[in-house]
């Protein structure tokens, strides 16, 4: 079992950042791939960044550039720095944990974080 706690949403301008985290605990033993989903009012939920285990990333072509996910194993945290961050770019971002990068791209990964609002204006 894992608990996945996200923190660091807000209210940004347009060409700000924000960092998001997303702290775990419990057994990570079955847990080879996170990543960050997103979802704005209306639309799909989106996969915008993944991170395995051994350290490879890959990005949705929408934010690649300007997110970077990275990852602290001794504090079983996962990052997305976000930069340069647009209107559409708001959405609820969602932590999630699974068992390999396909769960994670076929959007059934085993653990999901309650969500932070991220909000850009302009």
């Known amino acids: 079992q894992v608990q996945l706690v996200e923190s660091g949403g807000g209210l940004v301008q347009a060409g700000g950042s924000l960092r998001l985290s997303c702290a775990a605990s419990?057994?990570?033993?079955?847990?080879?791939?996170m990543g960050w989903y997103r979802q704005a009012p209306g639309k799909q939920r989106e996969l915008v960044a993944t991170?395995?285990?051994?350290?490879?990333?890959n990005y949705a072509d929408s934010v690649k550039g300007r997110f970077t996910i990275s990852r602290d194993n001794a504090k079983n945290t996962v990052y997305l720095q976000m930069n340069s961050l647009k209107p559409e770019d708001t959405a609820v971002y969602y932590c999630?944990?699974?068992?390999?990068?396909?769960?994670?791209?076929?959007?059934?990964?085993?653990?999901w974080g309650q969500g932070t609002q991220v909000t850009v204006s302009s």
């Open positions: 419990g057994s990570m033993r079955s847990i080879n791939a």
């Open positions: 999630s944990a699974g068992g390999s990068i396909f769960d994670l791209r076929t959007y059934r990964p085993g653990y």
């Open positions: 991170i395995t285990n051994g350290g490879s990333t």
